[in-house]
């Protein structure tokens, strides 16, 4: 199973919603997730896309607005 990491800010409803959906589509499912406002060269890349899903090691990554279809198809590839 590949490592998936979410790049979010801090009090991000979008970013909770991701969650959410997350936690219905893959229950017990491990994320990292990552603050982007601790890095500028995150906060420049991501500043207002996130949440965005990463999948490592292919660095594959999944953009807000995503439903459970799309999340569902990302998880599935390694």
């Given at each position: 199973?590949?490592?998936?990491?979410?790049?979010?800010?801090?009090?991000?409803?979008?970013?909770?919603?991701?969650?959410?959906?997350l936690?219905?589509?893959?229950?017990?499912?491990?994320?990292?997730?990552?603050?982007?406002?601790?890095?500028i060269?995150?906060?420049?890349?991501?500043?207002?896309?996130?949440?965005?899903?990463?999948?490592?090691?292919?660095?594959?990554?999944?953009?807000?607005p995503?439903?459970?279809?799309?999340?569902?198809?990302?998880?599935?590839?390694?």
């Amino acid at each position: 199973m590949s490592k998936l990491l979410m790049y979010s800010r801090p009090d991000c409803h979008l970013c909770e919603e991701a969650e959410a959906l997350l936690a219905v589509v893959a229950p017990g499912r491990v994320f990292e997730t990552v603050d982007i406002e601790d890095d500028i060269r995150l906060l420049d890349r991501y500043g207002i896309r996130v949440p965005v899903l990463k999948r490592e090691p292919d660095g594959a990554e999944l953009g807000w607005p995503f439903d459970a279809a799309q999340l569902c198809d990302f998880l599935k590839h390694p």
